[in-house]
């Protein structure tokens, strides 16, 4: 029985982790077609935020590099791309942890925008003049605004599951 | 002074982001920061050990997606295979009538193909491109706005090479752009990096053909100014950049708002095996 509640207590630990590499591999499901251009949502981006922002214990970066080589090779990126772009998120809410007290919501939304466009022009940047792949401008700025809009709902969506495994955890731990 | 202490402040909280490892962390934002530029910078070394390392690595990474993404296509067969069986009456009374006039079309095929070998023969016509194909099954498709791809199971360890041509039943799709040991990518016709030598019959009009992004149409580029190509002509690969052979059947073109554009034949979202086609 130890045995059982011993890998079901690993498996709440990496919840966030098995939820970022979900994303990633089935990354291809979130594109939409609006008005002839193409939404590419990046919900890679918007997990790696939430969960390095709000619960950075339960998301090791060695994953967070792995799940960026994986989206690399699936999306045909350069290889490195991805994890570059993930680590960076870490380190401005890594930031934003270390000067904020008292987190809310609007905060987080706002500094969510200020980070996808940094990382999102550093992702133009690297592709466009560093390895000559052509992108379209239009529709990476298009994803981000519609990844930005999405903020508040998944993050409800992921507190909730957050909550839910902080409850397991700590039942665990009176046991 | 407190200019002072807002930079010193500043320099400890980089140093505490940096370089801390925090609770349960094993490697600090900067190491992995610093591995992450160093394998992104031996994207540049397109041989040797390095190449051999990023082709076994993506092998790797494809397969064991592939069998992660298992449950995920289920639930979507599962979805179309409900979508289908309601809509199957309306689809029967549709395949009736097309059956009737498929029949007359395979004796029109029939009768042309003798034909074309006869006049070929008496020209001394050579076929220059082998049909020789391998069936491969599609692993992952990829859909972004910068990326239409599919990767197969094969590699060039089953001897696949870059620009071969790929078919879905017998139309064209694309071509392998990225080979590693056993699996390989296919840039597809819609991506926006595809350009694909076509001609359109009737008439003979060569051109190319752009892929836009969108899997539904493409664009035909580089035609001729006074061209008169009508809505319905179809368009075939033309076999003038010497890889891909000539005559695959790729789409058919529409006239939308004076724009000439292509209907592909393929439903991209659909294929689940692949005929990948080489040189001799």
């Known amino acids: 029985m130890s045995i059982i509640n011993k890998s079901y207590s690993k498996f709440l630990a990496i919840f966030p982790v098995i939820i970022l590499f979900i994303s990633v591999l089935s990354n291809s499901k979130y594109n939409f077609i609006y008005d002839e251009n193409f939404l590419s949502l990046k919900i890679s981006y918007l997990i790696v935020f939430f969960w390095s922002l709000k619960r950075p214990e339960y998301f090791g970066y060695g994953f967070i590099f792995l799940a960026g080589i994986l989206n690399d090779v699936i999306q045909n990126n350069p290889l490195g791309i991805s994890s570059f772009e993930y680590l960076l998120i870490c380190v401005l809410t890594a930031f934003v942890r270390r000067r904020i007290i008292l987190q809310n919501l609007i905060y987080d939304w706002v500094f969510f925008l200020i980070s996808i466009l940094i990382v999102g022009s550093i992702n133009y940047i690297i592709l466009v003049y560093i390895f000559n792949i052509p992108i379209v401008y239009n529709g990476l700025l298009l994803g981000l605004f519609a990844t930005f809009l999405i903020y508040p709902v998944l993050a409800k969506i992921l507190s909730w599951i957050d909550n839910i495994v902080q409850i397991r955890i700590n039942d665990k731990k009176k046991q | ?280």
């Not at chain 2, 089953?158 to 139309?171: Q, Y």
């Open chain 2, 1 to 280: 002074m407190s200019r002072e202490m807002g930079r010193d402040d500043f320099i400890i909280s980089a140093r505490s982001v940096f370089l801390n490892k925090g609770n349960r962390q094993k490697f600090s934002l900067l190491t992995l920061i610093i591995i992450s530029i160093l394998i992104l910078s031996l994207e540049y070394f397109k041989s040797g050990p390095v190449n051999q390392i990023r082709m076994i690595t993506k092998d790797v990474i494809i397969k064991s997606s592939y069998v992660a993404s298992i449950p995920f296509k289920s639930i979507s067969k599962t979805y179309s295979t409900v979508i289908n069986h309601f809509n199957m009456y309306e689809e029967y009374e549709k395949l009736k009538k097309v059956e009737i006039k498929k029949q007359n079309l395979m004796l029109e095929n029939n009768f042309f193909k003798e034909e074309n070998q006869r006049l070929k023969k008496l020209i001394n016509e050579k076929n220059l491109y082998n049909d020789e194909f391998y069936i491969t099954k599609v692993l992952l498709d990829q859909k972004s706005p910068y990326l239409r791809s599919l990767l197969i199971n094969k590699g060039f360890k089953h001897g696949i090479k870059l620009g071969a041509a790929v078919r879905s039943d017998s139309f064209f799709i694309g071509k392998i752009v990225d080979s590693n040991y056993f699996t390989s990518r296919i840039l597809l016709i819609s991506d926006l990096n595809s350009k694909i030598p076509v001609i359109i019959e009737p008439g003979s009009i060569s051109a190319i053909l752009s892929g836009t992004g969108n899997n539904e149409l493409g664009e035909i580029e580089y035609l001729p100014e006074n061209n008169k190509i009508k809505e319905g002509s179809i368009v075939y690969t033309s076999g003038s950049d010497g890889v891909i052979s000539s005559g695959i059947p790729v789409g058919k073109i529409i006239l939308e708002n004076n724009l000439i554009k292509v209907d592909y034949f393929t439903d991209f979202t659909q294929i689940n095996f692949v005929k990948v086609y080489y040189k001799k």
